[in-house]
């Protein structure tokens, strides 16, 4: 499966106070907004989405207890002979993995996604020589160390994950912003991941800490907790769950 990507992205990682989404909230953040296009869910992980479309009949399809899209496209990827995954805003199982021997024909079905998906060549780690640069620029190097630093925990692997700092527990989620209709934050600090659900957890404001590892401050504390956004490149975020 070959996809132009329509997004290129740093992890964004979310965490927030209210409840989980439900299925048929997950499909309204992807559905009918990303219908027909590509997106980064992960760093060289692409899905795309047929909205309103299920398998034809008879096709083989194994229900999965994944808790949102991403994960669903997650285990999809990890499992031998799946070629696509369907999210379901219906009643019922969510997640269904799709076994077959190329992609499978396609029907009408409402609130049921159809993904696909595909993996980005890794790049390669020895290049040719003349590629090199041999000149390189002490500060960039420096930025990029930096960077790299501030890159972690990675994503997935705290995808809807909950974390526990300072004697609290926060809820997780990579690549989405936050939901609601006030987001500003009320002071930013140059700390690590780690470091800001820290500094958020001693603050009795702070409801919510938005991580964004390109800002020269990225660590961004917010007094409130929302729901689960859309997904947005570059950013990182951590919500206390109540």
């Known amino acids: 499966m070959k996809f132009q990507a329509l997004v290129s992205s740093l ?10 989404a439900t299925a048929a909230e ?8 990303n219908d027909g296009q590509e997106v980064e869910i992960q760093p060289g992980l692409f899905a795309k989405y047929n909205c309103d479309k299920a398998t034809a009949v008879g ?18 990827e990890q499992t031998n002979g799946c070629v696509g995954s369907m999210w379901s805003g219906r009643s019922g199982p969510s997640c269904y993995l799709v076994q ?19 993996r ?7 290049p040719d020589p003349e590629e090199e640069d ?32 300072g004697g609290k527990t926060y809820k997780t989620w990579c ?14 600090h140059d700390l690590t991941f780690d470091e800001c659900l820290d500094l958020c957890s001693t603050q009795s404001q702070c409801k919510a800490a938005l991580w964004y590892p390109l800002a020269d401050l990225p660590c961004k ?14 950013m990182v975020i951590s919500v206390l769950k109540q």
Not at 11 to 20: R, W
Not at 154 to 160: Q, T
């Open 100 to 118: 077959h021997a190329d992609q499978p024909n396609l029907r009408e079905k409402t609130q049921v996604a159809y993904i696909t998906y595909r």
């Open 175 to 188: 690549n989405h912003d936050l939901k609601g209709a006030q987001v500003e934050f009320y002071e930013q």
């Open 221 to 234: 504390l917010h007094a409130q907790g929302y729901a689960k956004g859309k997904w947005v490149p570059n």
């Open 11 to 20: 992890p964004l990682i979310v965490s927030l106070a209210n409840a989980q």
């Open 26 to 33: 997950h499909y309204a953040e992807i559905c009918p907004a």
């Open 59 to 76: 096709v083989s399809a194994t229900s999965n207890p994944a808790t949102d899209p991403d994960a669903c496209v997650l285990a999809c």
């Open 120 to 126: 980005e060549e890794e790049e390669d780690i020895f």
């Open 134 to 165: 041999i000149f390189p620029d002490p500060v960039e190097d420096c930025q990029q160390a930096t960077l790299v630093a501030r890159r972690t925990p990675k994503c997935p692997a705290v995808h809807d994950q909950q974390r526990v700092r």
